[in-house]
């Protein structure tokens, strides 16, 4: 995942000039889980036909000029990448929503996840 290639091909979309920022996310495998549990890993995999529902309905929203998503599935270490998004539009009324809405949906709809807590 490569969050500055990201951005340059958000840069080359067609109506890059009606946006007026853009807002990232970069989703990490963390060492301790919610309730405060040692974790080794994180076993993860993505649906690509949910994550294209998601794309396609943030994209619909007012002031959203475009938004890519990538993840990587499998088995991952702590520190480890789990989510980029990167989300384009024209003020941060609209973005940051969008991109709030893409990261929620994005853990519900197209993720299955086992956190490997450490006994």
Do not use: W
């Not at 549990?37 to 007012?62: M, Y």
């Not at 940051?96 to 086992?114: G, H, Q, S, V, W």
């Amino acid at each position: 995942m490569d969050q500055n290639r990201m951005i340059e091909i958000i840069k080359t979309h067609p109506n890059f000039h009606k946006a007026g920022m853009i807002a990232t996310h970069l989703g990490i495998v963390r060492s301790f889980s919610r309730d405060g549990k040692a974790v080794s890993g994180l076993d993860v995999f993505f649906d690509t036909g949910k994550i294209e529902n998601i794309i396609r309905d943030i994209k619909s929203r007012p002031g959203i000029v475009d938004i890519l998503i990538e993840t990587n599935s499998g088995h991952l270490s702590v520190s480890d990448e789990i989510v980029t998004i990167v989300v384009a539009g024209d003020t941060r009324d609209n973005v940051f929503p969008a991109l709030i809405d893409a990261i929620n949906r994005l853990k519900t709809e197209a993720a299955t996840e086992k956190e490997k807590v450490i006994d």
